[in-house]
């Protein structure tokens, strides 16, 4: 038996030139419970190995005559240790001539684990070949347990790069399936009862498990987790655990890691199955519970990004005009967009506004430099404070000023870009301040498209604006004013991709509503910030 209670018996590669000496040493080996598989030189063990490797099936152990016909043994050894897929088999020696000291370090140099003089008692040998399997057994098993390591320590980085909850689920399940070499699926359980679910590449994603297995899991989960500390690793029979989550369509018993978040509010679990698949060992148990406890750390502030941007969504709805909501302006029609970043990315603080006035409407749009709750909260702030500016000022310039005072007083080093369009609708005359911001571009009725020569200094930096820029609007024209979301991409230059902006616009069909879904079509796909979009047309 060897540390694991495993039986040491083995498959021995015999190599003796001499059919006398391959027979008794046979005989010998197959007495103490061995089998072996004899070869007459080196080149015939080297072919009956490479035999073998093919078919998965390598001895437990070379035992090798040192005076071969055709090579020496200390020869054959260095060729079988050369071969990346059989250095590990373990090559004992054995001469029937006395050897110096030297030349049995030579056997020891070119990489055997043992030396035998024989002839040798029976127990003797068996002895040595029993120590040179468990010997290489357990090195097998450090090597295994040593790439497991590697493997976990990979997979920690991987699902700690993880920008939201699916992607963490999809990463920890192929980290599980490497560390166990079977499928694996990932579940996080929310305070919401919400279920986010990974399961690794080797499952075939034809055939999922329904809405109804996924609520199955979502209650064993709930109830296998209640007043749960620690990691709990229990096991759930087929009947209990949903078909198909680890092969299309077949159950299995599912082995759990279950734990719970630090505060308590979510649950994390790793999945592997048991029925007809190899019983994880309890090394290999412990790498699952370590990975489990990543994982659920890994998972923490994702939840509470969720949280957080949720938050962030209600207050850009609930704060931002919807479509159907616009104030009546007239002698302009108005048109405006707001798509959300994509799922990975945080909330940023894209905003618009079209606001009566004394002097005509007041169009604009702007967008709080970062990305989280506080820049949607920001947000508001200066929505606010325009609107209630342009109630006894509508010169573009000075709201600009203004909103720059109330951002260095109440957010110190927080900048935002901001347009400011005032329109006159009798006239079409228009002026525009522009902080920081891509500038309106001017949609002609004939069909041309030119951004309006605007430009500033951001908001939130305390240098001075310069005067309105001004141009005059014809019936039917269109201004059109966006966040940079829309178009800017890592690695594009910006003034490219305003050229780009400036011909589909040019090129898009009339109407408002035409060019804002043109503009989306063509530019607003899987976007990494926010986007918001405002166009009028004088009547």
Not at 51 to 79: I, K, Q
Not at 292 to 314: C, G
């Amino acid at each position: 038996m060897d540390v694991h209670g495993r039986r040491t018996d083995a498959t021995v590669l015999l190599v003796d030139d001499t059919a006398a000496g391959r027979y008794a040493m046979g005989a010998l080996l197959r007495r103490a419970g061995h089998q072996v598989v004899p070869a007459a030189t080196g080149n015939a063990a080297l072919a009956e190995l490479d035999s073998r490797l093919r078919r998965g099936t390598l001895p437990d152990v070379a035992l090798v005559d040192v005076d071969l016909s055709d090579m020496s043994g200390f020869e054959l050894c260095r060729r079988i240790k050369g071969r990346p897929h059989m250095a590990g088999l373990p090559v004992v020696h054995f001469s029937a001539s006395a050897l110096a000291p030297g030349d049995r370090c030579q056997g020891l140099e070119a990489g055997g684990e043992a030396y035998l003089a024989v002839p040798a008692e029976p127990e003797e040998i068996d002895a040595v070949v029993r120590a040179a399997v468990r010997s290489a057994r357990l090195r097998a098993d450090d090597q295994a347990l040593a790439r497991r390591l590697t493997l976990l320590s990979e997979t920690i980085v991987t699902i700690q790069a993880a920008r939201n909850l699916h992607e963490l689920a999809d990463a920890a399940a192929n980290g599980t399936a490497r560390l166990t070499g079977g499928p694996a699926a990932v579940f996080f359980l929310g305070p919401d009862d919400e279920l986010y679910r990974g399961i690794s590449r080797d499952r075939t994603s034809l055939a999922l498990p329904d809405e109804g297995a996924h609520r199955a899991v979502a209650g064993l989960l709930r109830r296998l987790t209640r007043g749960q500390s620690g990691v709990r690793i229990t096991t759930v029979p087929a009947p209990l655990w949903p078909a198909g989550f680890f092969r299309p369509g077949m159950q299995h018993d599912a082995r759990l890691a279950l734990i719970l978040t630090q505060d308590g509010k979510a649950a994390v679990c790793l999945a592997t199955p048991t029925r007809g698949m190899r019983r994880l060992n309890p090394e290999e148990e412990t790498l699952v519970a370590r990975l489990a406890q990543a994982t659920a750390y890994a998972a923490e502030p994702l939840l509470m990004y969720q949280v957080e941007r949720h938050v962030a969504l209600t207050l850009q709805h609930s704060f931002l005009p919807q479509p159907h909501r616009l104030p009546e302006l007239p002698g302009i029609d108005v048109a405006v967009r707001y798509v959300p970043a994509s799922q990975q990315t945080e909330i940023g603080g894209d905003f618009y506004a079209a606001l009566r006035t004394d002097d005509g409407v007041l169009a604009a749009v702007g967008d709080v430099v970062g990305h989280s709750l506080d820049a949607a909260t920001v947000m508001v702030e200066i929505r606010h404070a325009l609107r209630a500016y342009c109630v006894d000022e509508s010169d573009p310039a000075v709201l600009a000023e203004r909103l720059d005072r109330m951002l260095r007083h109440y957010h110190p080093g927080i900048t935002t870009t901001v347009c400011l369009a005032l329109i006159d609708p009798a006239t079409g005359r228009t002026r525009i301040a522009n902080a920081g911001h891509i500038p309106p571009l001017i949609i002609r009725d004939t069909g041309t498209a030119d951004y309006a020569k605007a430009a500033g200094p951001l908001l939130g930096v305390g240098l001075p604006h310069p005067a309105p820029t001004e141009l005059y609007l014809e019936a039917g024209d269109r201004l059109l004013m966006v966040t940079d979301g829309l178009i800017e991409t890592r690695g594009t230059d910006l003034a490219a991709s305003m050229e780009h902006l400036r011909a589909a616009a040019a090129g898009a069909l009339p109407g408002l509503d035409a060019l804002c879904d043109t503009l989306l079509d063509c530019f607003g796909h899987d976007r990494e910030d926010d986007i918001a979009l405002l166009a009028l047309r004088l009547g």
